[in-house]
Each structure stands twice: as structure tokens, then as C-alpha cells.
């Protein structure tokens, strides 16, 4: 079993920045896709990145290109979500997943383990 604990949410002015961590415990992260996904109130869940922790390999949802970055340190076990140009519409609950034995996807049934959430709110 893998455990998952996202910090560095919080409250930023639209152009600001942030950067979300996401530290894991329990089994090795070998070969483990990590991805974040995030949620506004009375929406769904939705894609925001993913890397490839074997090959590092990124991929991200079109709303965040250019803006958000997704970076890994394997010997930490933690994955990274630098989130630049901040807009008020990225406000959100934002998660962090894995994926044993998996590569990049998009889709939240792909993940296996997922964290409690950290809160991202964006003022204008």
C-alpha cells in the first residue's frame, strides 16, 4: 500500500503562484505513474498532470499548459506541482495519485492511491 500526503495549498491573488507537494510512503515508487487531479465544489474530478516516474515523461490538461509544471524526486518519494499565472478559475481541491505499474493516463480510474486533498483558492 502506498500512502499520500498533498501541502502547499492556500490562498493566492490571479497572476500568483504556488507550489504543491505530494509525499508518499510505503512501497517504492519503481515504474509509478504520479499524477494530479483536481476538484471544484459540485464538479467533477478532473485531469490536471501526470509524470512518468520511470521515464519522466510529462503530460498535462490543456487549461494548465504553459502555466503548470510537474516535476519528481524519487529518492524523496515526493512528485511536485509548480503552478504559475494562477487564475481564478483553477480553484480547486487538488489531489495527488498513483499508478503502480501504469504509464501516463488521464482517466481518475486509472489511479490506484490518491491523498486527502489540498485547498487551492484563487481571488481576482
Known amino acids: 500500500q502506498v500512502q499520500l500526503v498533498e501541502s502547499g495549498g492556500g490562498l493566492v491573488q490571479a497572476g500568483g503562484s504556488l507550489r504543491l507537494s505530494c509525499a508518499a510512503s510505503?512501497?517504492?515508487?519503481?515504474?509509478?505513474?504520479m499524477g494530479w487531479f483536481r476538484q471544484a465544489p459540485g464538479k467533477e474530478r478532473e485531469f490536471v498532470a501526470v509524470?512518468?516516474?520511470?521515464?519522466?515523461?510529462?503530460y498535462y490538461a490543456d487549461s494548465v499548459k504553459g502555466r503548470f509544471s510537474i516535476s519528481r524526486d524519487n529518492a524523496q518519494k515526493k512528485v511536485y506541482l509548480q503552478m504559475n499565472s494562477l487564475k481564478p478559475e483553477d480553484t480547486a481541491v487538488y489531489y495527488c495519485a498513483a499508478r503502480p505499474r501504469g504509464d501516463l493516463s488521464v482517466r481518475k480510474s486509472d489511479y490506484d492511491y490518491w491523498g486527502q486533498g489540498t485547498q487551492v483558492t484563487v481571488s481576482s
Open positions: 510505503g512501497r517504492t515508487f519503481s515504474n509509478v505513474a
Open positions: 509524470i512518468n516516474w520511470s521515464g519522466g515523461s510529462t
